[in-house]
Nanobody
Framework: QVQLVESGGDLVQAGGSLRLSCAISEITFSIDNYEWYRQAPGQQRELVAQISSYGRTYYADSMKGRVTISRDNAKNTVYLQMDSLKPEDTATYYC??????????GGRGTQVTVLT
């Protein structure tokens, strides 16, 4: 079973930056997409950024221009660089992978709290 472990979440002042990491192991299938989602208390989980196996990226409007997704194939790690953070970015951030068969696997999340 694939394992995804997120890290890098922290308390940060508004305007600050964080880099989240997602270490992926036990991969037994081909991955189509790597994704970062977030979920704030009382809200639905939403897609923040996606990078395909070909390197094509997608960003949600809410964070476009402030976030960059990337991956290091040698380390089996996906990153989410977040800049100019706002209090409304406060959420638990989750890493997911989607297999070529359409199955999704996610981690337990990492907490990001942006202080005013």
């Amino acid at each position: 079973q694939v394992q995804l472990v997120e890290s890098g979440g922290d308390l940060v002042q508004a305007g600050g930056s964080l880099r989240l990491s997602c270490a992926i192991s036990e991969i037994t299938f081909s991955i189509d997409n790597y994704e970062w989602y977030r979920q704030a208390p009382g809200q639905q989980r939403e897609l923040v950024a996606q990078i395909s196996s070909y390197g094509r990226t997608y960003y949600a409007d809410s964070m476009k221009g402030r976030v960059t997704i990337s991956r290091d194939n040698a380390k089996n790690t996906v990153y989410l660089q977040m800049d100019s953070l706002k209090p409304e970015d406060t959420a638990t951030y989750y890493c997911y992978v989607t297999s070529t068969y359409g199955s999704m696997y996610g981690g337990r999340g990492t907490q990001v709290t942006v202080l005013t």
